[in-house]
Structure formats: C-alpha cells, structure tokens
C-alpha cells in the first residue's frame, strides 16, 4: 500500500501542473527550457560531487549503455517495419529507450530497498540524464520539424550544460577541493527545486495534449518496449555481466520504470511530436501502478 502511495504522489504533482495548465495556462516551451538549461546543470554537478565514485559506477555505466543501445536497435526495427517517419521514429526512441529512473525510479527504490539501494538508484539516474542529454539530444534534434543536420544535432548535444555541470561534478569530487556553503546553499536550492519543476511540466504538457495527434497504435507500442520489453533486456545484461545482489535487482527495477519526464522537455524543446511523447509517458506513468509492484514482487 505505502508503494502505491509513493506512485500516487509523484502522479499528483503532475496533476498540479495538468490542472494548472487547462485553467490558467503557461509558456511550456519558455519553462520547459529554464528546466532544461538553468535548473538540470546544478541537479548533476551535485550528484556526481556528493555520491562517491567506485566500481559500481563502470557496472552501472556498462549495463546502461547496452540497455540503451540494445533498445534503440529495437525501436528502429520497429518503426522501420511500421513505417514511420523520421519524427516519429525519433518520439518512439525518447519515449521507449529512456525511462524515469530519477523523480520516479528514486524514491521507489528508497521505500523497496531503502538507502543503499537509493545510491545505486542515483547513479543510474545521473547516467541516464547524461545519455539523455547526449544520445537523447541527438534524436530530439533528428527529428525535429526545424530539420537538423547530423552536425546540428551533434552540435546540439555540446549545447547541453548539464554535460559540463556533470563534468565539474566529478572533476571537483576526484580533485577533493571542498564546497563552503555559501555556494552549497543555493546550488542546492535549485538542484531540490528541479525534479518538481520537470514533472510540472510534463503536467503542463499532458494539459495541452490534442489526442487527434496521438495514434493508439504508436502509444501501445512505445508501451510495449518501455514496460515489458526493457525489462526483458535488463534481465539478460544482469546474466552477463557481473552484477548480482542488490544491485542487480535495483537495476531491473528501474529498466521497468515508465517513459522518462525529461524526454518530454526535449521533444517540447525541438518540436519531435511532444504529444506523442508526453501521451506515451501519462500512458506508461498511469500503468506503472500495477507493472511496478509486480515487478518488485518478482524480483525481491
């Protein structure tokens, strides 16, 4: 029961903002950008500065990289076989390869596993940011109605700062160089302030959704890779590689979680069918209700 209270919460901050929007109504696109640009970099220099670095965090990378690969290649023999366009493929790679392993996937783990498994729960969320903001960029620029070049895209990816805020993070860990608090404070203000941000505006957008551009079929299949068939995958990459334990299970857990709230913002950013893309997450986000609790039980 806790458990459901847990998904029921993170559903209701997304209600703020879905309420927020069909009365009221906001500049998506102008607050989706502050997130993306001003509020992530801060969000990952503390991550990485305050979670210390060890061998888990090469387990954690190599399972991710091929998780995320080995989707991408799912997806696009997919949308090849359906015949999607660019755009469209471009929608089913952020909304079925990326999932919501941060505001989510975090305090699941937290209540299932308690505080050992939150710190592997976020290193895999910085992870997954940091191929959001890399391979997900990448798609989000290819699919863009503005048509961006590979350079473009490429280009787009180094425009990222919450690569370098990552980067600082680690740098700054690794070198051992101490934080005063009078840069601590307000860098964690803003670090707290923006997974409810994010999730608002996946409200905000779920309240701007014009369902005649959305296709049940599309939706069903990014359901299909995101809640069954990423999980499917993570089980084979925990046989192979050497991760067991807590760990392993954390992992599964998370490949499980649904379409991630940050691909919205990228789709929003650069216009690759951010309706696609915040239905499929409402979609996967509303079946996690019963898929997460099952897959707990399956895994514990």
């Not at 299970?249 to 216009?271: K, R």
């Amino acid at each position: 029961m806790e458990l459901l209270f847990v998904v029921l919460s993170a559903l209701s901050v997304i209600g703020v903002g879905y309420l927020g929007q069909r009365t009221i109504g906001f500049d998506r696109k102008a607050i989706s950008a502050m997130a993306l640009y001003l509020m992530q970099p801060f969000l990952a220099f503390r991550t990485f500065y305050t979670n210390e670095i060890t061998i888990d965090y090469l387990y954690i990378l190599l399972f991710c990289v091929l998780l995320c690969i080995g989707m991408i290649f799912i997806v696009h023999i997919t949308a090849t076989i359906k015949k999607s366009p660019r755009s469209r493929q471009s929608a089913m790679v952020l909304s079925g390869v990326f999932m919501n392993s941060g505001n989510y996937g975090v305090p699941i783990i937290l209540l299932a596993f308690g505080n050992v498994g939150v710190d592997y729960a976020v290193i895999m969320m910085v992870i997954q940011s940091f191929l959001m903001n890399t391979i997900g960029v990448y798609y989000a620029g290819k699919g863009s109605v503005r048509e961006y070049s590979i350079k473009q895209s490429l280009l787009n990816i180094l425009k990222m700062p919450m690569i370098y805020g990552s980067v600082l993070g680690i740098a700054i860990q690794l070198l051992s160089v101490p934080m005063p608090d009078m840069i601590m404070k307000p860098i964690n203000l803003i670090a707290d302030a923006t997974i409810p941000t994010i999730m608002l505006v996946l409200g905000m957008q779920l309240g701007a959704i014009k369902k005649k551009n959305v296709s049940i079929g599309d939706v069903s299949t990014i359901m299909v890779q995101r809640m069954l068939i990423s999980p499917v995958l993570a089980l084979l990459l925990i046989w192979v590689l050497p991760i067991e334990g807590m760990l392993a299970q954390v992992l599964i857990v998370l490949s499980a979680m649904p379409s991630a709230a940050n691909t919205m913002m990228l789709s929003l950013e650069f216009g690759t069918e951010p309706d696609l893309v915040s239905y499929s997450t409402l979609v996967t986000t509303l079946l996690s209700i019963v898929s997460v609790p099952v897959m707990l039980m399956l895994v514990m």
